[in-house]
């Protein structure tokens, strides 16, 4: 149940640092985590961007070193490994945050995928090994059910489970660098990982603008073509979709988002799926889920679930979009021709 992000801040750091020095707003960028991140924030004499960015990455690599798939040192990879290790404060907030996206989606979203994830050829490896004979073996260590926290250790009911957080990790990691902000006092900010977003405030008095992406597959360049644009202020978004990680073999197009139920890469017809929530952790995993569930389903658990707003993307019959808003998001959002 990996994924990838698709969100694009409609002005480029760069451009927003030389824009803001007249506004009282300074910006840094770079890369973390296999992919970039910007932020924008109200400017203080206290704190410099030179100074901020070398304890945010620094933020990042501890945050890495606990969740990342990618880093054979890290908690999460000694856990899969079946090695003695506790679980540090990232690894249990993000275990105590999945169990309860699991809960509210009825297992759409369940960070247990990892063996799926990986047979399809979407882990770390990227090696498929995937076969009708190995589906039934696999699912039996799927379930968030089958593992849990107690005294600073994951249990497993079986030593071949393997976790992916991959699928909030990245907008957890927003939370966490924006809980940092809040602790500076910093009241105005715009926080970007890999596309997930949390914005604090306004800029200048105005509400943070996101652009999302048109989810077309040789849509390659975040900001080339936009879908939408979204006004935010207090709130994290994220945005899931099946339109950039894919890989076609004999004919036949394989999503990198896996249903856990099935064990088969999702196939609907909901292309992007865009949520707004309270903290971008939550915002990340739902997009994920809604993908699992697919639009009909996407929708009915968005409009009983008032926290959440969307906007979805969905693949028409005729090859043309349609899309679904949710009733609060459409103040706030405009689409693009």
């Known amino acids: 149940m990996t994924k990838t992000r698709y969100l694009f801040l409609l002005l480029i750091v760069s451009q927003i640092v030389i824009s803001c020095k007249s506004s009282e707003f300074e910006g840094f960028n770079g890369f973390a985590q296999g992919t970039t991140y910007s932020i924008v924030y109200e400017s203080s004499k206290k704190y410099t961007p030179d100074s901020l960015q070398g304890i945010v990455e620094n933020i990042l690599r501890d945050f890495d070193m606990s969740l990342s798939l990618y880093k054979d040192e890290s908690v999460l990879s000694k856990i899969n ?83 992916d957080f991959n699928a909030i990790a990245q907008g957890y990691s927003v939370d966490v660098v924006a809980e940092y902000f809040n602790d500076l006092g910093i009241e105005n900010y715009l926080i970007e990982i890999g596309g997930e977003v949390r914005a604090k405030g306004t800029k200048n008095g105005n509400l943070w603008r996101i652009g999302i992406d048109k989810p077309e597959d040789n849509n390659i360049i975040p900001g080339q073509s936009l879908q939408a644009i979204i006004r935010i202020s207090d709130k994290s978004l994220a945005t899931s979709g099946n339109y950039r990680k894919f890989y076609i073999e004999d004919g036949v197009k394989y999503s990198h988002t896996i249903d856990p139920k099935t064990g088969y890469p999702a196939k609907n017809r909901l292309l992007s799926a865009t949520i707004i929530a309270d903290d971008c952790g939550t915002a990340d995993g739902i997009a994920t889920a809604c993908m699992v569930m697919g639009h009909e389903k996407a929708i009915d658990f968005i409009s009983s679930h008032p926290e959440f707003t969307a906007y979805f993307v969905i693949s028409g019959t005729d090859g043309s979009y349609e899309t679904w808003i949710s009733e609060g998001l459409k103040e706030y959002l405009s689409e693009e021709e």
């Open 81 to 163: 490994r079946n090695e003695d290790v506790e679980v540090d404060t990232f690894f249990e907030e993000a275990y105590n945050r999945s169990v309860t996206i699991y809960e509210m989606t009825e297992g759409a979203f369940d960070v247990t995928v990892g063996p799926l994830v990986r047979a399809w050829g979407f882990g770390p490896d990227e090696k498929k090994n995937f076969s009708e004979e190995k589906r039934d073996s696999l699912l039996k260590l799927v379930g968030m059910e089958k593992i849990s926290v107690s005294n600073r250790k994951l249990i497993k009911t079986d030593p071949a489970i393997r976790l």
